[in-house]
């Protein structure tokens, strides 16, 4: 069955970085658009960032100024979001999402916390 | 940018008709997706493309469209239904996925 699994979140000082990754299986990765989207303490769902399935498109929400960076690895069946410049307001679980023709969210990963505080 | 404006809160009987909307500028125009977010959870797709369900989803749970409106109907209620329920679409002019605020869902 279809698996994401996220990685790479924990406790990070304002102004750093952090890199997440997602391990994907049970499905053909690289047939599939992927995103990141994520969800404040208490806050609703906030979308980040789009990735097509070959990785030569790229979409950010356009809150977060570049910070933030998708890429993927089709070979490695892997997702991931370098993450730079982090903030207090940042702080959040990060969900991998794969995503359906009409750009629906049909799986979802169980999310990693980022918390972002000195 | 595009909103989607959805009501903070719900409450419906067991056994009544819940309607949860998601309301946007010419939202017909846009394919419209339905979550479910019970509480510790990630999100789980109920409704997608406006009326489709996924697999395994019950058929109490159904999508439709009028006007600005896109509306959730859950029927014959349950408690294990009570949870956050969030629309989103994909916004091809500004090519950014939106979210509405999300509606939690209270079964009295």
């Known amino acids: 069955q279809v698996q994401l699994v996220e990685s790479g979140g924990g406790l990070v000082k304002p102004g750093g970085s952090l890199r997440l990754s997602c391990a994907a299986s049970?499905?053909?990765?690289?047939?599939?658009?992927m995103s990141w989207i994520r969800q404040a303490p208490g806050k609703g769902l906030q979308w980040v960032s789009f990735?097509?399935?070959?990785?030569?498109?790229?979409y950010n929400a356009d809150s977060l100024k570049g910070r933030f960076t998708i890429s993927r690895d089709n070979a490695k069946n892997s997702l991931y979001l370098e993450m730079d410049s982090l903030r207090a307001e940042d702080t959040a679980v990060y969900y991998c999402?794969?995503?359906?023709?009409?750009?629906?969210?049909?799986?979802w990963g169980q999310g990693t916390l980022v918390t972002v505080s000195s | 940018s595009y909103v989607l404006t959805q009501p903070p809160s719900v409450s419906v009987a067991p056994g009544q008709t819940a309607r949860i909307t998601c309301g946007g500028n010419?939202?017909?125009?846009?394919?419209v997706h339905w979550y479910q977010q019970r509480p510790g959870q990630a999100p789980v797709l109920v409704v997608h493309?406006?009326?489709d369900r996924p697999a395994g989803i019950p058929e109490r749970f159904s999508g439709s469209i009028s006007g600005n409106m896109a509306t959730l109907t859950i029927s014959r209620v349950e408690a294990g239904d009570e949870a956050d329920y969030y629309c989103?679409?994909?916004?091809?002019?500004?090519?950014?996925?939106?979210f509405g605020g999300g509606t939690k869902l209270t079964v009295l």
């Open positions: 493309d406006d009326s």
């Open positions: 999402a794969r995503l359906k023709v009409g750009y629906g969210v049909g799986h």
């Open positions: 010419n939202i017909g125009s846009k394919s």
């Open positions: 989103q679409v994909w916004d091809r002019l500004s090519d950014q996925m939106l």
């Open positions: 049970g499905f053909t990765f690289s047939d599939y658009y």
């Open positions: 990735i097509s399935s070959s990785g030569s498109t790229i």
